[in-house]
């Protein structure tokens, strides 16, 4: 995939003749998309992304050049664009940066995986996707099975004037399967997603048939139930809900680039203010939480950021405290505050920002069964379907796919239309119980930044019990 | 000054290589085989501002082009980045269709494939006057000096082409700027966009100041606003963002006929809306192609939702095919491109008299169904809210989560429309700037429900 002809070594003696440190990310990514509907083909793409991000450090200020023109000649034109445009905008910088935020790096990351996704074919894909359609029809109301796989190949390679020479190669898959019920006017979507750094080995057919089957039957029975009563009460998620709980309610508010101002415009500030670290009790002493670039197949492993950050894992919120926030090398400089390797970009096209990697809720010590047993009134909710929260990451409102109450410490009925809302600190002093055993999630499709990107990040979570929550349905 | 449409500009290179690339590409075709090209092109500067000073700078130059091959009864798209190197090019699309070919031998029938026909010939461009380079940060901070004003910069060439092999062929080309912007007061906060093809210094300087303006208000008292039903204004662009909702699958035939419509009572006449409201897609503003990527024209008006009734649900040839319906020229996602919302009759000058007691809302956030078979919309106020008593601005609000039904929100609920419009251009910068945009008027809505 990668073009060892790229001339980097002589485009960055070019560009250190006009900056005073130069870099060089070349990023190849290939996507493949298949989706199969009702048991037709929906939808089979690919798509190759390919170009150099070229940075140059100017007048203590980066700034960037894309190019898609891999010739020595297309990358010198490229870093001249950058080094003039940067000089211009120079004067007016946010901060007054140095080499100091590339530290030289050197090294290779590949994707855990048991079977390399070359060696799939397309009919094993097609074929395992159609399995689960076809597995999906077991009622004339199930008018929507829909199974589609992503397969996403890159290979990022940095290289900079001070020596840098890292190269990274992730196999990703992101698979969701899907079925909608309907009568008359209602209707109601049951889904199971399969996602993270994965090859070939993600493909077996007998796990899509099950799971088709499985989301099915459970989208007839959401048809059947009756709307999720609204009252307060205690509140079990599973850690396909907990994924989207963790990425909004502390993710978001501990990137320090949200803190320090840069996303105001567009995604939002935060709550938390710099002089908050080391001492906001964030949620009771049971939460725990971590930057993990280092778990085996979570979508935002990897071993260097795109400043060349060497990544390792570092606690954010300790026994309920917050210690650390979500910053690069550039926002602990602007901050004066610890941060982690999270320097990345979406694309070559791109400039790197402060992104949420692998952001993980620690296992405590309970079982589901000891967290169910501990609800007197209650409801437990899977799979998140819909996500709001406001710009400073407080108030937010989640639905969920499916649920079931608890009565005395025992599951009872379904229940459909499922919500919850709350405030973010508050909710987590809520925080109760938490599992010993995790599953990692992760979406594809985290929006931020000005150009704006979307980036892959992972989530991995026990469940979790939370006391006393504004639960609500949808309308009669 | 600078532009991009010159012999030597991006949008002439990008059409000469589109021309020939996809000249080539189409003459390797064989017998039994039809295939569609398009291609997406933008050089763009996009310049990030904090505090009003630069936080990134980013030059993106890009071309990307996608082959759609059909071939014995399958379909199989690739697309890839163009280097910009005719013979590399040339060579590596060559390689994409054989790819296209050989993976069609493994891929089952595809019965709703639609037929590749040739739907005409179109060329777009528009040319632009934009801020040389050099000039955008001195321009845009010049008159924001003492502003703490955030945001992002984003001006260049964008271009979309199509391609096929009956001879269809369709170009379209733009030069514009977007400054998407926030001034802030600690944490209070106003909002402003400034788009065009000619940058105008005085009327730059007049938009920062409407939304100083916006911004000054805040400095009255906060007030505290408690959940529950209250009459609410919302501004034209919170409008446009409510509308918005109407691209998650609310006007798309698939959507409906798939159990995924949160209109499914709008499609099916067991409800109506508001008979002040009237939607259509309205291509005359010319804020993108009328072709969509199978290089259908769509018809420059077409009627969405009139007097409060649905008249055409978006249609795309792949769907019509599937459900035997009549196409529309939609896109594949069916989602409106060119959304123009009619005017009422309700004067700027007597909004916050009309209002009387409520929320002034400029503008909304991170909105999502919460309840999509009842058309339950959540998100959150944000930017320059207020507080209106007896028709007077009491004083800012903060932050209040709402959740309320499309159904009554544009349905028995709607008091008014405002007799202005604003056109809210696409500011979306995922993957490449988007093109496109709504015109909206603002809208006066009776016990909007506010619930955090």
Same mark, same amino acid.
């Given at each position: 995939?990668?073009?060892?002809?790229?001339?980097?070594?002589?485009?960055?003696?070019?560009?250190?003749?006009?900056?005073?440190?130069?870099?060089?990310?070349?990023?190849?990514?290939?996507?493949?998309?298949?989706?199969?509907?009702?048991?037709?083909?929906?939808?089979?793409?690919?798509? !190759?992304?390919?170009?150099?991000?070229?940075?140059?450090?100017?007048?203590?200020?980066?700034?960037?050049?894309?190019?898609?023109?891999?010739?020595?000649?297309?990358?010198?034109?490229?870093?001249?664009?950058?080094?003039?445009?940067?000089?211009? @905008?120079?004067?007016?910088?946010?901060?007054?940066?140095?080499?100091?935020?590339?530290?030289?790096?050197?090294?290779?990351?590949?994707?855990?995986?048991?079977?390399?996704?070359?060696?799939?074919?397309?009919?094993?894909?097609?074929?395992?996707?159609?399995?689960?359609?076809?597995?999906?029809?077991?009622?004339?109301?199930?008018?929507?099975?829909?199974?589609?796989?992503?397969?996403?190949?890159?290979?990022?390679?940095?290289?900079?004037?001070?020596?840098?020479?890292?190269?990274?190669?992730?196999?990703?898959?992101? +698979?969701?399967?899907?079925?909608?019920?309907?009568?008359?006017?209602?209707?109601?979507?049951?889904?199971?997603?399969?996602?993270?750094?994965?090859?070939?080995?993600?493909?077996?057919?007998? @796990?899509?048939?099950?799971?088709?089957?499985?989301?099915?039957?459970?989208?007839?029975?959401?048809?059947?139930?009756?709307?999720?009563?609204?009252?307060?009460?205690?509140?079990? !998620?599973?850690?396909?809900?907990?994924? !989207?709980?963790?990425?909004?309610? +502390?993710?978001?508010?501990?990137?320090?680039?949200?803190?320090?101002?840069?996303?105001?415009?567009?995604?939002?500030?935060?709550?938390?203010?710099?002089?908050?670290?080391?001492? !906001?009790?964030?949620?009771?002493?049971?939460?725990?939480?971590?930057?993990?670039?280092?778990?085996?197949?979570?979508?935002?492993?990897?071993?260097?950021?795109?400043?060349?950050?060497?990544?390792?894992?570092? +606690?954010?919120?300790?026994?309920?405290?917050?210690?650390?926030?979500?910053?690069?090398?550039?926002?602990?400089?602007?901050?004066?505050?610890?941060?982690?390797?999270?320097?990345?970009?979406?694309?070559?096209?791109?400039?790197?920002?402060?992104?949420?990697?692998?952001?993980?809720?620690?296992?405590?010590?309970?079982?589901?069964?000891?967290?169910?047993?501990?609800?007197?009134?209650?409801?437990?909710?899977?799979?998140?379907?819909?996500?709001?929260?406001?710009?400073?990451?407080?108030?937010?409102?989640?639905?969920?796919?499916?649920?079931?109450?608890?009565?005395?410490?025992?599951?009872?009925?379904?229940?459909?239309?499922?919500?919850?809302?709350?405030?973010?600190?508050?909710?987590?002093?809520?925080?109760?119980?938490?599992?010993?055993?995790?599953?990692?999630?992760? @979406?594809?499709?985290?929006?931020?930044?000005?150009?704006?990107?979307?980036?892959?990040?992972?989530?991995?979570?026990?469940?979790?019990?939370?006391?006393?929550?504004?639960?609500?349905?949808?309308?009669? | 000054?600078?532009t991009g449409h010159g012999s030597?500009g991006f949008a002439a290179r990008v059409q000469a290589?589109f021309d020939?690339?996809?000249?080539?590409?189409?003459?390797?075709?064989?017998?039994?085989?039809?295939?569609?090209?398009?291609v997406?092109a933008e050089e763009?500067?996009?310049?990030?501002?904090?505090?009003?000073?630069?936080?990134?700078?980013?030059?993106?130059?890009?071309?990307?082009?996608?082959?759609?091959?059909?071939?014995?009864?399958?379909?199989?798209?690739?697309?890839?980045?163009?280097?910009?190197?005719? #013979?590399?090019?040339?060579?590596?699309?060559?390689?994409?269709?054989?790819?296209?070919?050989?993976?069609?031998?493994?891929?089952? =029938?595809?019965?709703?494939?639609?037929?590749?026909?040739?739907?005409?010939v179109s060329i777009e461009e528009f040319s632009g006057a934009?801020?040389?380079?050099?000039?955008?940060?001195?321009?845009?901070?010049?008159?924001?000096?003492?502003?703490? =004003?955030?945001?992002?910069?984003?001006?260049g060439v964008s271009i979309r082409g199509?391609?096929?092999?009956?001879?269809?062929s369709h170009w379209f080309a733009t030069e514009t700027?977007?400054?998407?912007?926030?001034?802030?007061?600690?944490?209070?906060?106003?909002?402003?966009?400034?788009?065009?093809s000619?940058?105008?210094?005085?009327?730059?300087?007049?938009?920062?100041?409407?939304?100083?303006?916006?911004?000054?208000?805040?400095?009255?008292?906060?007030?505290?606003?408690?959940?529950?039903?209250?009459?609410?204004?919302?501004?034209?662009?919170?409008?446009?963002?409510?509308?918005?909702? =109407?691209?998650?699958?609310?006007?798309?035939?698939?959507?409906?006929?798939?159990?995924?419509?949160?209109?499914?009572?709008?499609?099916?006449?067991?409800?109506?809306?508001?008979? =002040?409201?009237?939607?259509?897609?309205?291509?005359?503003?010319g804020l993108t192609p009328r072709f969509?990527?199978?290089?259908?024209?769509? #018809?420059?008006?077409?009627?969405?939702?009139?007097?409060?009734?649905?008249?055409?649900?978006?249609?795309?040839?792949?769907?019509?095919?599937?459900?035997?319906?009549?196409?529309?020229?939609?896109?594949?996602?069916?989602?409106?491109?060119?959304?123009?919302?009619?005017?009422?009759?309700?004067?700027?000058?007597?909004?916050?008299?009309?209002?009387?007691?409520?929320?002034?809302?400029?503008?909304?956030?991170?909105?999502?169904?919460?309840?999509?078979?009842?058309?339950?919309?959540?998100?959150?106020?944000?930017?320059?809210?207020?507080?209106?008593?007896?028709?007077?601005?009491?004083?800012?609000?903060?932050?209040?989560?709402?959740?309320?039904?499309?159904?009554?929100?544009?349905?028995?609920?709607?008091?008014?429309?405002?007799?202005?419009?604003?056109?809210?251009?696409?500011?979306?910068?995922?993957?490449?700037?988007?093109l496109?945009?709504?015109?909206?008027?603002?809208?006066?809505?009776?016990?909007?429900?506010?619930?955090?």
């Open positions: 995939m990668f073009n060892n002809a790229i001339p980097h070594e002589l485009a960055l003696q070019h560009a250190l003749k006009s900056a005073l440190w130069a870099g060089l990310r070349f990023s190849s990514e290939t996507t493949t998309q298949r989706a199969v509907r009702n048991d037709k083909p929906e939808r089979n793409e690919s798509s !190759l992304e390919e170009g150099v991000m070229c940075e140059v450090l100017v007048d203590g200020h980066f700034g960037h050049a894309a190019t898609a023109d891999l010739s020595l000649a297309g990358l010198q034109r490229a870093f001249d664009r950058a080094v003039a445009t940067t000089r211009a @905008t120079s004067g007016h910088k946010v901060h007054a940066f140095s080499a100091t935020q590339r530290p030289p790096a050197n090294g290779k990351y590949t994707s855990a995986r048991q079977r390399n996704l070359d060696a799939t074919s397309v009919a094993e894909i097609t074929d395992c996707l159609l399995v689960a359609s076809k597995a999906m029809n077991v009622s004339d109301k199930l008018v929507n099975r829909s199974a589609s796989a992503m397969i996403v190949q890159t290979q990022i390679n940095f290289f900079s004037s001070n020596g840098s020479e890292t190269r990274q190669s992730f196999d990703l898959v992101d +698979i969701t399967l899907s079925a909608t019920a309907a009568e008359g006017l209602e209707s109601q979507t049951r889904s199971w997603q399969h996602t993270g750094q994965f090859g070939g080995e993600s493909f077996d057919r007998d @796990t899509f048939a099950q799971q088709g089957e499985r989301v099915a039957q459970q989208a007839l029975a959401l048809l059947a139930a009756e709307n999720c009563p609204s009252a307060r009460m205690d509140l079990l !998620l599973m850690p396909d809900q907990m994924m !989207l709980q963790i990425h909004e309610s +502390i993710g978001h508010p501990l990137e320090l680039d949200r803190i320090l101002g840069d996303e105001r415009n567009y995604a939002g500030w935060s709550f938390v203010k710099k002089e908050d670290f080391g001492h !906001l009790k964030y949620g009771s002493a049971l939460m725990n939480v971590s930057f993990d670039p280092t778990k085996s197949n979570e979508f935002a492993s990897y071993d260097f950021d795109d400043g060349g950050n060497p990544a390792t894992k570092e +606690i954010l919120i300790k026994n309920g405290v917050l210690q650390r926030g979500l910053g690069s090398l550039e926002s602990q400089a602007r901050s004066g505050l610890p941060g982690v390797a999270n320097f990345r970009s979406a694309s070559w096209n791109r400039a790197p920002i402060d992104r949420m990697g692998n952001i993980n809720l620690e296992p405590g010590t309970s079982s589901l069964d000891e967290l169910i047993g501990e609800v007197g009134h209650g409801v437990l909710m899977h799979t998140n379907r819909s996500w709001s929260i406001d710009d400073y990451r407080n108030k937010f409102q989640f639905g969920c796919e499916y649920a079931q109450m608890i009565e005395n410490g025992a599951l009872g009925q379904v229940v459909r239309n499922p919500n919850y809302r709350g405030v973010t600190v508050d909710f987590w002093g809520r925080l109760a119980g938490v599992g010993h055993t995790d599953s990692t999630f992760g @979406t594809s499709y985290c929006g931020k930044g000005e150009p704006s990107q979307v980036i892959r990040v992972g989530h991995a979570s026990p469940p979790c019990l939370f006391r006393d929550v504004e639960v609500f349905g949808g309308q009669a | 000054m600078s030597g290589h020939a690339v996809a000249a080539r590409v189409l003459s390797d075709l064989v017998a039994g085989e039809e295939l569609t090209i398009n997406t763009t500067l996009f310049v990030r501002f904090n505090s009003n000073r630069v936080r990134q700078n980013t030059d993106v130059e890009q071309i990307n082009v996608s082959l759609c091959l059909q071939s014995n009864g399958r379909t199989v798209e690739k697309s890839r980045t163009m280097s910009g190197d005719l #013979e590399s090019d040339q060579a590596a699309l060559t390689r994409l269709l054989a790819s296209c070919r050989d993976e069609a031998l493994s891929l089952p =029938l595809d019965p709703d494939q639609v037929p590749v026909v040739n739907n005409g934009l801020l040389a380079p050099e000039d955008v940060v001195p321009s845009v901070v010049a008159s924001a000096t003492g502003c703490d =004003l955030a945001g992002l910069y984003a001006g199509n391609r096929n092999s009956k001879g269809q700027f977007v400054l998407d912007y926030s001034i802030y007061n600690g944490p209070k906060a106003a909002k402003g966009c400034y788009a065009g000619t940058w105008n210094a005085s009327e730059w300087a007049t938009n920062l100041e409407r939304t100083k303006t916006l911004l000054a208000l805040q400095s009255l008292p906060q007030q505290d606003v408690k959940p529950g039903s209250y009459r609410t204004y919302l501004a034209p662009r919170a409008f446009s963002d409510l509308l918005g909702m =109407l691209n998650w699958n609310a006007l798309s035939a698939a959507a409906w006929k798939q159990g995924r419509s949160p209109f499914k009572k709008l499609a099916e006449h067991e409800t109506t809306l508001s008979p =002040l409201l009237t939607i259509e897609e309205n291509f005359s503003v969509n990527s199978l290089g259908e024209v769509s #018809e420059t008006h077409l009627p969405l939702i009139s007097g409060g009734v649905l008249k055409n649900l978006l249609v795309s040839s792949r769907t019509a095919k599937e459900y035997a319906m009549v196409a529309n020229g939609a896109c594949a996602e069916e989602s409106p491109r060119a959304m123009d919302v009619s005017a009422g009759t309700l004067d700027e000058k007597d909004v916050l008299a009309a209002l009387g007691t409520g929320l002034y809302l400029s503008n909304l956030h991170y909105l999502n169904w919460s309840d999509p078979v009842s058309a339950r919309v959540t998100g959150m106020t944000r930017y320059a809210c207020f507080w209106v008593e007896n028709g007077v601005i009491a004083g800012p609000i903060k932050d209040l989560r709402w959740d309320e039904s499309l159904y009554g929100a544009l349905g028995s609920k709607l008091m008014a429309l405002t007799s202005h419009t604003e056109i809210d251009p696409a500011v979306d910068t995922y993957y490449r700037r988007s496109g945009g709504s015109r909206t008027p603002g809208a006066l809505i009776e016990g909007f429900t506010f619930t955090l």
